[in-house]
């Protein structure tokens, strides 16, 4: 089992949905949780951080945290053209870990 | 100036030939890092320094080494480059607790 799963997707959303993107990780010790954007050809870019069980909204973008069932979520509401990317989800043992572990990805496209 | 540099930005290499991948930073961050990413195989993480003494393997560190020369620069070498080491490298950094800031990568072909 990886230590961090996502699904790999693809995954298509007409323009203005909700896109939907999960991560599961095994180590229920892990307190920190990150996700970030990646755009083809281009470096990751955090986008969210969530520490605390519920939800954590930023804009359009919403990370939900459940720790006793190890899940992550990402939600990006009114979905645009310009959300087109991969999408990783990373998970740290503690706020004081040294290194993120991350899933591989999952791609997200938005129709027009 | 980008906040984490590297460099080159493209490398093409003969197997068996040493290489170095050069980073710098300007966030004055400790922590520092070098991942690899394939297709499919998402994020790995070769190398991570939490200061300028202190050096720790990540999960692919065979064929690889690291220098950190100063708490702004981070290098990772390969000895005697194969065809297997060609990916996009990433170097990142961040403060205790929080999310990386990433480069803009190297991509690195093996021939």
């Known amino acids: 089992q990886k230590e961090v799963e996502q699904n790999s997707g693809p995954l298509s959303v007409p323009e203005g949905a909700i896109a939907s993107l999960n991560c599961t990780y095994s180590?229920?010790?892990?307190?920190?949780f990150f996700w970030y954007r990646q755009y083809s050809g281009k470096s990751p870019e955090l986008i969210m951080f969530i520490y605390s069980n519920g939800d954590k909204e930023d804009g359009r973008f919403t990370a939900q945290l459940n720790k006793a069932s190890q899940y992550v979520s990402l939600l990006i509401r009114d979905s645009q053209p310009s959300d087109s990317a991969t999408y990783l989800c990373a998970v740290k043992a503690n706020t004081n870990a040294g290194k993120s572990t991350f899933g591989d990805g999952t791609t997200l496209t938005v129709k027009p | 100036d980008a906040d984490v540099t590297q460099t080159p930005r493209n490398r093409i290499t003969k197997t068996g030939k040493r290489i170095m991948l050069e980073c710098s930073q300007t966030?004055?961050?400790?922590?520092m890092y070098w991942y690899r990413q394939d297709p499919g195989l998402g994020l790995r993480l070769i190398y991570y320094s939490f200061d300028v003494k202190d050096i720790n393997k990540g999960e692919i560190s065979d064929g690889y080494s690291v220098s950190r020369q100063a708490q702004a620069k981070f290098s990772l070498s390969l000895e005697s480059a194969i065809p297997n080491q060609t990916a996009l490298y990433f170097c990142?950094?961040?403060?205790?607790?929080?999310?990386?800031?990433f480069g803009s990568g190297t991509r690195l072909t093996v021939v």
């Open positions: 180590d229920r010790g892990s307190q920190s």
């Open positions: 966030k004055g961050h400790d922590r």
């Open positions: 990142a950094t961040s403060p205790t607790g929080y999310g990386y800031t």
